[in-house]
Nanobody, 121 residues
């Protein structure tokens, strides 16, 4: 089993910054992709950013140039630095990892419990 612990959400004024962190632990052999998604009530969960093991990244168009994702492979952690926050960034943010729990085994998706980010205007 794999556990994800998220931290760093909160309330910030527009133009401010927040840093989200997620630590993965448990029966992990390797982590393929680490990322952050967000979801507002009644909406689909959408990708904010993800990062591959080799460091390559993907960002939603709405956050490019403002958010930066990074990971530490030795510590199994992923961070999301969010700058120039806007009210429309208000959502619940979820950490996601795609892992192998045994060598040459299948990949599994795991999700964090979610952390609230609220940006006031």
């Amino acid at each position: 089993q794999v556990q994800l612990v998220e931290s760093g959400g909160g309330l910030v004024q527009a133009g401010g910054s927040l840093r989200l962190s997620c630590a993965a632990s448990g029966s992990i052999v390797s982590i393929n992709t680490m990322g952050w998604y967000r979801q507002a009530p009644g909406n689909q969960r959408e990708l904010v950013a993800n990062i591959m093991r080799d460091g390559s990244t993907n960002y939603a168009d709405s956050v490019k140039g403002r958010f930066t994702i990074s990971r530490n492979n030795a510590k199994n952690t992923v961070n999301l630095q969010m700058n120039s926050l806007k009210p429309e960034d208000t959502d619940v943010y979820y950490c996601n990892v795609v892992v192998r729990t045994r060598w040459y085994g299948p990949l599994f998706d795991y999700w964090g419990q979610g952390t609230q980010v609220t940006v006031s205007s």
